[in-house]
């Protein structure tokens, strides 16, 4: 597991922005899939 720790660090900080990427993409998914 070499530089996990790097990817670790890289995560927490792009998390925030991460979390209401995802949110928004599962929303579209989820409306995709019912329409």
Known sequence: MSGHSKWHNIQQR???QDAKRSSMFSK???AISVA
Request: avoid cysteine; hydrophobic fraction near 15%; glycine fraction near 16%.
């Open 14 to 16: 792009k998390g925030k």
């Open 28 to 30: 579209f998914s989820k």
